[in-house]
């Protein structure tokens, strides 16, 4: 093993105290007084390994540090104070830590909606509104806080989209706002009107209400428009190039910016090199015109050429290198049909689409900062046409482990046949969750927990499954099924049913009671039975006495075997005298001869590791786990769970679950020592079919028993 270094051990300090400052838990914290001793003593190994121990235990821990109000000043990029920031650290009680400050619209931070320290020589700030457009914005809105959601219609959303909601939608709750639902449907290759529907679906599963429903395709004319405009003042151009061409001089910029970095050279006063920018960037305006009607008219065909924006080839920023704002497409749109020939790019279309809206907040993820940048394209492109200019801000996306969200890999898993499809109930799209049994109070509560941060993070499955199951525990009934059933046959059966009383939900003893049916045959799971008895065991063997739960204690006297040697069937005795008497060491649920088949879909993680497509590491460091999620390492395809599904088809159901059998994702309910199951949309009176949510939190007597 290498030595690790001081620096090791003071960026692991840092990385802990990071964590520890928002999540002191007691436990983390004492390993990190541990560490930082160690850290005295110059054993920098053993502090690196307790920092990071501890560290762990205070990021998996719910405890969370208080914060006290506080007034919140901010200057704008003239140095005046701005007056009117607000503190939103509270969309939910339980976001009392968050501390995102955005500013109000028509405020001076709304004025300069975005400012960047110490702009790169001969950058310009585009994101100032002018006075006239600010007016014409707080006219429209009446001073409205205004956000929008705007998925493209190219796949199901999953968990990170939900997040995303949270906060779109959260902050203009906060203030008696609006939220658009916009569909961002530029790309009418990749887009479906089932991916619509199913957007539709979840936003409102989910419990938000948009202001309006709009679509970036309603605005194709105006984008159009605007278009020609940009044409019209030398500010866009049709090229010609092909996309190796385009590659190829973006190459020869990267060059050109490492050569003056490296040098010390003004990019704007150095000469750029030969075949750097596109030969058709001079076009005159009337060609540019002319071969644009041509393009919407369909006359140039598919991959042809492009209408691209004359932006800064010499930005520090590579999205201001030209980027293309139409290509052609003969294929129909979802929702324009086949009306148009020529579509917008995602990122002529964004900013555009925001400002028509008078959006005031524009919320995005991470990826979108350069883009966003007051330098960069976005606000360059409202600044060449003289529009309003939203507030743009950022957040970090959402990774948890032992899952992908990017919807590449998710459209990889579905098209491969890796799960059933973009619902299968081990996927974390809101389909996939839906089908499982998640419900939307625990989604919800999951990313008002998580809050919103800008800084990379990885969020671990257990805190997802902590939020559905503490739900379900108090809000489920309970109920009996044996997944791989052994018959007993009791010998000293009276004959007929004895009927046995168990509570709906033992901490809620209001909710009534059923009956169950100790018939002369029972069975229970093969799990719970060895014919080899051990101290740390607490199921059935041979000669020893179990409880049935709620019901009889029963001895077992005799075993039958088949012709290889596997054990078929029991033989016990119960005790007549015991129903309600203190019981023995060992408790198993269990089925009478009247309960029902089904299946039972028991589902467990998708991944095998923590991080897909990383190579399986003793300790990984969160802030290394955050680094590692798109890139090297092994085929992610190789390290799927081969037992993320295991299915019984002969379990045993209890016949009060046939009821609600016919009615998919109604009804939730814990199987007793089983875990959280709901009816999956397979299911039918006549097959029950049930899906489960999620696991109890083990005790240690169910530990024990699974060794």
Known sequence: MSEVSMSAGKKAKANYEKIAKKKPDPEGLAIGEEAQAA???KDY??????FEKARYICEASAIKATKTAKLVRKKNAGGEKLSESVELNDFEQDDKDRDIILPQPGSEGHVFAKHKANLPPGAENYAINTSARMAEHLNATGGKWQTRFPPEPNGYLHIGHAKAMHFDFGVAAKFQGNTYLRFDDTNPAAEKQEYIDSILSSVSWLGHRPFKVTYSSDYFGQLHEFAVKLIKLGKAYVCHQ????????????????????RNNLSRHETPLPSGAESPYRHRSVEDNLRLFEEMSKGVWEEGSCSLRLKGDLRSDITSMWDLAAYRIKFQEHPHSTDAYCIYPTYDYTHCLVDSIENVTHSLCTLEFETRQAPNGPYYWLLHALDMYKPITWEFSRCNITYNVLSKRKLNTLVSQGHVSGWDDPRLLTLEGLRRRGYTPTAINRFCSEMGITRNDNIQHLEKLERCIREELDDDTD??????NPLPITIRNHPGGSLPV?????????????????????????????REVDDVSFYGLAPGKTVRLLFGYNITCVGLQKDAAGAIVSLEATYDRNSLGSKPPKGTLHWAGSDYVHGEVRVYDKLFSVEVPGKRVATEIAADEVAEQLEDGGVDWLTQLNPCSLVVHQNALLEPLIREIAGSPLTSRFQLQRLGYFTVDKDSSVQKPVLNRIVTLKESKELTALRK
């Open 39 to 41: 850290l005295i003593q």
């Open 45 to 50: 190994s053993k502090a690196k390994a307790l």
């Open 242 to 261: 092909a996309k190796a061409e385009v590659t190829a001089s973006r190459q020869l910029l990267k060059e050109f910016q490492l050569h003056c970095a």
């Open 478 to 483: 309970r109920r009996f099924a044996v997944l």
């Open 501 to 529: 009383e168990c509570p709906s939900h033992p901490k809620f003893p209001e909710r009534g009671t059923r009956v169950l049916n100790f018939t002369s045959t029972v069975f229970i799971e093969r799990e719970d039975f």
